[in-house]
């Protein structure tokens, strides 16, 4: 069973336009989020996190909202650029452990 | 610092064949994992070392995997015998453990195809 769900698997964006990349998850324990971004032929990188005492984190032009009481969580990126074409992940680490469980991914195209 | 070393890129093998996957963490990291990506499933935990002992490898689909730590710098994940099912792409990662939210080092990969 995915506890964490990316249902969307592809997005496309007029580049200089908002970028919104959705993520629920069912496993109310979880209290922190990460994204990563993945380039094709190359692992994953860090991209953004989020503790779960928090609602909103900023890192530029990248934002992730959190919003507890639908379990959802969404990465917002403005303005979107070329080189955000990428498949993006997010993922939530287990209790106790280092385990980080991973959604399916979504691929995000930026349309020059 | 050269990041996680994986190695080979790629491979392509007949069903039935053993093959093995090998992985350098980021020097001074003591914990390491073992990840597959599909399109079905996304990216899915085999198993993860801490100290080199495994910790957990509840993911490891069956007895056909087996993944090994000899030392802090070396991993080995071996498929034996390959099924065509075992095709996609294997990932390492390293984190320096400081606690749960360390943020993982991925490798670039191996790429498996069992034909």
């Known amino acids: 069973d995915q506890q964490v769900k990316q249902n969307s698997p592809s997005l496309s964006v007029q580049e200089g336009r908002i970028s919104i990349l959705n993520c629920d998850y069912t496993?109310?324990?979880?209290?922190?989020f990460l994204w990563y971004k993945k380039y094709p032929a190359e692992g994953p990188t860090f991209l953004i996190s989020?503790?779960?005492?928090?609602d909103k984190n900023e890192d530029g032009r990248f934002t992730v909202f959190l919003n507890k009481s639908a379990k959802h969580l969404s990465l917002h990126i403005v303005p979107s650029q070329p080189g955000d074409s990428a498949v993006y992940f997010c993922?939530?680490?287990?209790?106790?452990?280092?385990?980080?469980?991973f959604g399916t991914g979504t691929r995000l195209t930026i349309i020059p | 610092d050269a990041g996680v070393i994986q190695s080979p890129r790629h491979e392509v093998t007949e069903m039935g064949q053993e093959v093995t996957l090998r992985c350098k963490p980021i020097?001074?990291?003591?914990?390491l994992f073992w990840y597959r990506q599909t399109m079905m499933r996304g990216l899915e935990l085999l198993i993860y070392f801490n100290n080199n002992v495994p910790i957990d490898d509840s993911g490891m689909p069956e007895d056909r995997f087996s993944a090994k730590m000899p030392n802090a710098s070396f991993s080995t994940l071996k498929i034996q015998p390959s099924e065509p099912r075992d095709s996609a792409v294997y990932f390492c990662a390293s984190s320096g453990h400081r606690g749960r939210f360390e943020k993982l080092f991925f490798g670039s990969g191996t790429q498996l195809s069992v034909l």
């Open positions: 496993n109310s324990m979880f209290d922190y």
């Open positions: 020097s001074g990291h003591n914990s």
């Open positions: 993922a939530a680490p287990g209790f106790g452990n280092e385990k980080l469980t």
């Open positions: 989020i503790s779960s005492i928090k």
